[in-house]
């Protein structure tokens, strides 16, 4: 009997595609579709009750579309993890979606695997994205720096956590790479958030990028 593992939950509006991810979702062992929403509408009234693990969301959406979905869903499933999944790279669309709290943001020619190791990575505290999306990502952290007043608090150990997390680094791979344990990592994560006055990865990174 396959175990139950990450409760996932899509939200796009093209029937074939919500109904393949839910049957692959499903059919893999470590992994649960708790809900495939066609709407951003359906989503906020039926996610709420059910807090699954990681909401993977189409920005494209009829009516509502997935960036305002994520801001209004946020505070109604705080614990929950965010990934964007869609067939725009346009540099605003990524950022607004970071602003609005994702932790990813991956293209819809992602393949099955890729999408279930992101969804594994968010889960556990990273922030994965395509290699395009990715490289628009740092090029922009390259050109325009971190001036703001906000993150000139940071101290040097916090501002290298929030390198690695820019780049998509999750928990573990920042505790190795900086030698500390997880739980070090989390406190500076913790200590990122309260300096910058953000609630999420997305907003951390986003600030972070955001020229003066």
Known sequence: MKSKGIRVAFVEDGQWLRERLKHEINGVDGYECVAACPSAEEALRI?????????????NLPGMNGIECLRRLRPLCPDTQYLMLTVYEENELI???LVA????YLL???ST???LNAIRQVKEGGGPMSIAIARRVIQYFNQKGTARSDVETLSPRER???DLMVHGAAYKQIAD???VGIETVRTYVKQIYTKLHVHS???AVAKYLTPP
């Open 95 to 97: 950022f607004q979606s």
């Open 201 to 203: 990865r997305g907003e």
């Open 177 to 179: 790479e900086l030698a």
């Open 101 to 104: 709290g994702a932790s990813g």
């Open 160 to 162: 290298q956590v929030l």
């Open 47 to 59: 996610l709420p009750a059910l807090a699954p693990d990681v909401v993977v969301l189409d920005i």
């Open 108 to 110: 819809k020619r992602t």
């Open 113 to 115: 695997k890729e999408l």
